[in-house]
Each structure stands twice: as C-alpha cells, then as structure tokens.
C-alpha cells in the first residue's frame, strides 16, 4: 500500500487509541486470572490480535463485542488448545509469551514475520538453558519445553524491559519466591513500572527490595477484575510533534498522571520551547520553532522516530542518545530514518547510539520514500511529509496495522490531505 501526503495545514483535535502497552498487559492479567474479567476500549491492531490469539490457545476464552473484550481466564495450564504460536511481528507478544507458555510444561512453537526472530532473545536462551529446558531458535521460529523454576535471576537492563516483564507475569505463579536482579543501566524502567501496576489491579504483589531487585512472592494468584484501557502516549508523539511544526491541535482521551514512558514527549517539547497546555484529558500543542536540545530516549525509545522529524524541522543542532535499542525493532530505525529523511535533504548522521541532526524550516519533496516495513517509521515520515513544499508518497504504508491501523483516517479529520492507493 501507498500513501500521498500533500502539503496542508492540521486544524481540530484527536482522540488517540487506547495504549497498546496497556491493552498487552491488561489481556494477559486477566487471561491468567480465573473468572471473569471485562476489559474495555481496545483497538485490534496486529500486535494486540496475536496477544488475544494466543492467549485462547492457552486455553482462555475471549469474547469480542465491539471494542470490549470479555475474558474467562484459564483455570490451569493443562488446557492448552495448540501449540504453535503466531506473534506476527509483537515482540511484546512473543516476551510475554515464551516464560507464560512454559507453565504448560508442554513443547510450545512460537513463529513470527519480518525482523521479529531476529530481535535479541539471548536473555531467554541462557535462562532456559541454564535450567535444562528446552530453548531453540531460528530464523523461523523458537521452541521451548519445559517449566520455569522459582529462583534468582539476574538480568541485563539495557536490552528490552520485555524480558523481565515477562518473567513478572510468570513467577507469581510458581510455588516458590523468586528474586530478579537487574544489571544496570536499567532502561525503560517505565515499562515495568507499567506491568507492575497492572499487576497489582489484579491482584499480584511485587516488591522492589532496591532500585535494582524485584522480589516475587510465589504462589499468588491472579484476581478477576474489569478495567479500561486509557490513551496511547507512543502514539500521541506523532500528533504531539504535528502541532509542534504544523499548526496547533488538541489531543485528547488520554491519562496525563498516567506512567507510560512515552508521555515524555511531553517534556521533550517544552524543553524543546514548544508551548503544551494540560488539559482534563489531554493537552494542546502550540505551533513553534523547536528550539536545539540533546533528547535521551532511555526511557522512551518508541519515540525515537518522530523526534528525528521534531528536530529535522527545528533550530540548531539536536543530538537524541541513548537510542541504540532503536536498531533492533521491526527496522533498524536509526538507519531507515537517516536513509529517507537524507533523500529529503535533512542534514542527519548517527553512530551506534546517538542521532545528530541539524534542523532547518524547509525541505523539498523528493517524490517517493519507504517505509521500512516499520510502523513508526511509516508515521513518522507522513507527519514530515504534511510541512513538503510538494506532495510525498510513502511505500509501505499497510505498516500502520500494527499498531495504529486508524492512523490515516485520523490524519484526514484533522484536516491533513493524502490519498491511499
């Protein structure tokens, strides 16, 4: 699929999906928990079909009535309907899942699309390995046999925060305590600090002993309970930045006490001096000149691609660090937005960790860029496209499903111009 985006001025507000993070995690409680539990405002992208999926050949059953979903979790784990999983490209899905599925004490296949079995999982191997179980992997899939036992781990905080956030839903169910030390840096704390609190909503209690242990209580179990999925703050940086750079706008249905790390796009801008008002339910962002700033992603690496727009467009020299975790998702996204935002004449340039840019206020059309196969990558250009002095056409544009399906038909009732095709 393609999209045109043609040069125009966004007006009005938007209502930003519900948290993708949130909606993972919330399916996954409740799915454990045996009962009944009734979680509300979901959006189906591809990452959270492959978490409901899965979660039914665990043996949960889901039930699907618009954007609400009805759970009846699984009573034990001798219920197990296939196994073979599909995560398609959620490396979320396929974190969570590899500890939860070895409760199953059943061989279990996980397969996944694009760059997913290629993304780090060494955290697992070694765990699984150092516990003779059966851990395997390829290019097409990751097979695992065997039950994770109550013990110490000690894990690296500099990788992904999906690994101990997996291990998190898992240990509380073992009969014994575990313990997970984490080797610093611990990035995208924000993260846990997510799977934690929803934890606690269902009935799961887990305690930092210092900045770096975790202690699980084994034999917990997981409580029924009904919740709503609030605002999506990784996606809000998209329509954060178009009111930064294009015009003003409101955005609104969104949690601002709320912990997702990605609501520090908040911040970025004002310190960037963009103006953003606090409102009851979002924020409105002021048109400005983004001021330069060295912006670090250690705790919101989900944003990286749009701040390479926010800086392209802005004043001076912007370096955004702490970014190499950006090389491992579903693109290498330091590399694919320094290779299209070149052929838009952005004076850009990185090494291993850090992106450096030197923003100006206005570029050219180069007529025709990619999209990486990459769903941020893909908003991300269609948000530099709408300040073009010509219409930009995006290949690859089909990319959004994973995670914002709507995204377009949002961008047009702001009044943002473009034509699929």
Same mark, same amino acid.
């Given at each position: 699929?393609?999209?045109?985006?043609?040069?125009?001025?966004?007006?009005?507000?938007? +209502?930003?999906? #519900?948290?993708?993070?949130?909606?993972?995690?919330?399916?996954? =409680?409740a799915?454990?928990?045996?009962?009944?539990?009734?979680?509300?405002?979901?959006?189906?992208?591809? @990452?959270?079909?492959?978490?409901?999926?899965?979660?039914?050949?665990?043996?949960?059953?889901i039930?699907? $009535?618009?954007?609400?979903l009805?759970?009846?979790?699984?009573?034990?784990?001798?219920?197990?309907?296939?196994?073979?999983?599909?995560?398609?490209?959620?490396?979320?899905?396929?974190?969570?899942?590899?500890?939860?599925?070895?409760?199953t004490?059943?061989?279990?296949?996980?397969? &996944?699309?694009?760059?997913?079995?290629?993304?780090?999982?060494?955290?697992?191997?070694?765990?699984? !390995?150092?516990?003779?179980?059966?851990?395997?992997?390829?290019?097409?899939?990751?097979?695992?046999?065997?039950?994770?036992?109550?013990?110490?781990?000690t894990?690296?905080? $500099?990788?992904?925060?999906?690994?101990?956030?997996?291990?998190?839903? +898992?240990?509380?169910?073992?009969?014994?305590?575990?313990?997970?030390?984490?080797? #610093?840096?611990?990035?995208?704390?924000?993260?846990i600090?997510?799977?934690?609190?929803?934890?606690?909503?269902?009935?799961?209690?887990?305690?930092?002993?210092?900045?770096?242990?975790?202690?699980?209580?084994?034999?917990?179990?997981? +409580?029924?309970?009904?919740?709503?999925?609030?605002?999506?703050?990784?996606?809000?940086?998209?329509?954060?930045?178009?009111?930064?750079?294009?015009?003003?706008?409101? =955005?609104? &249905?969104?949690? +601002?006490?709320?912990?997702?790390?990605?609501?520090?796009i908040?911040?970025?801008?004002?310190? =960037?001096?963009? @103006?953003?008002?606090?409102?009851?339910?979002?924020?409105?962002?002021?048109?400005?000149?983004?001021?330069?700033?060295?912006?670090?992603?250690?705790?919101?690496p989900?944003?990286?691609?749009?701040?390479?727009?926010?800086?392209?467009? &802005?004043?001076?020299?912007?370096?955004i660090?702490?970014?190499h975790?950006?090389?491992?998702?579903?693109? @290498?996204?330091?590399?694919?937005?320094?290779?299209?935002?070149?052929?838009?004449?952005?004076?850009?340039?990185? $090494?291993?960790?850090?992106?450096?840019?030197? &923003?100006?206020?206005n570029?050219?059309? =180069?007529?025709?860029?990619?999209?990486?196969? @990459?769903?941020?990558?893909?908003?991300?250009?269609?948000?530099?496209?709408?300040?073009?002095?010509?219409?930009?056409?995006?290949?690859?544009?089909?990319?959004?499903?994973?995670?914002?399906?709507?995204?377009?038909?949002?961008?047009?009732?702001?009044?943002? !111009?473009?034509?699929i095709?």
């Amino acid at each position: 699929m393609k999209v045109k985006i043609y040069p125009s001025k966004c007006s009005g507000e938007v +209502t930003l999906p #519900p948290s993708k993070s949130m909606a993972h995690r919330a399916i996954i =409680c409740a799915s454990l928990a045996n009962g009944k539990s009734k979680i509300e405002n979901i959006a189906y992208s591809d @990452d959270i079909i492959a978490t409901i999926q899965g979660m039914r050949k665990l043996g949960a059953i889901i039930t699907e $009535d618009n954007n609400t979903l009805y759970i009846e979790g699984v009573k034990n784990f001798s219920n197990l309907k296939e196994n073979i999983i599909e995560c398609n490209e959620s490396g979320s899905t396929l974190r969570f899942f590899i500890p939860i599925f070895s409760l199953t004490n059943q061989k279990i296949e996980f397969r &996944g699309r694009n760059r997913l079995l290629q993304r780090p999982q060494k955290i697992y191997e070694e765990i699984f !390995k150092s516990q003779n179980l059966l851990y395997l992997q390829n290019n097409e899939k990751i097979e695992i046999s065997g039950k994770l036992k109550a013990t110490n781990y000690t894990i690296r905080g $500099d990788i992904s925060s999906q690994f101990i956030s997996g291990l998190l839903f +898992t240990l509380p169910l073992l009969e014994g305590d575990s313990t997970i030390k984490i080797i #610093p840096p611990f990035e995208s704390k924000s993260y846990i600090d997510l799977t934690i609190e929803m934890l606690n909503r269902f009935g799961i209690e887990i305690e930092f002993l210092d900045e770096l242990t975790i202690f699980i209580k084994g034999n917990q179990h997981y +409580t029924p309970t009904d919740y709503y999925v609030e605002g999506d703050f990784s996606q809000l940086g998209f329509f954060a930045v178009l009111g930064a750079i294009n015009n003003d706008l409101t =955005c609104k &249905g969104l949690n +601002t006490k709320s912990k997702q790390g990605d609501k520090e796009i908040i911040d970025i801008l004002k310190k =960037c001096h963009i @103006d953003v008002e606090t409102l009851e339910n979002g924020y409105r962002f002021f048109n400005g000149i983004p001021q330069s700033y060295n912006i670090n992603l250690e705790n919101c690496p989900d944003l990286g691609p749009i701040l390479t727009v926010l800086s392209a467009y &802005g004043n001076g020299s912007f370096k955004i660090y702490n970014a190499h975790r950006l090389r491992y998702k579903e693109s @290498d996204r330091i590399e694919a937005m320094e290779v299209e935002l070149k052929k838009l004449g952005v004076d850009i340039n990185s $090494d291993q960790d850090s992106i450096y840019i030197t &923003g100006k206020r206005n570029y050219t059309s =180069c007529n025709e860029v990619f999209g990486h196969k @990459d769903h941020r990558v893909v908003m991300s250009l269609a948000i530099f496209a709408t300040m073009l002095d010509k219409p930009l056409i995006i290949d690859g544009a089909e990319a959004i499903s994973k995670s914002y399906p709507n995204f377009f038909e949002d961008l047009k009732k702001l009044n943002i !111009k473009l034509e699929i095709f």
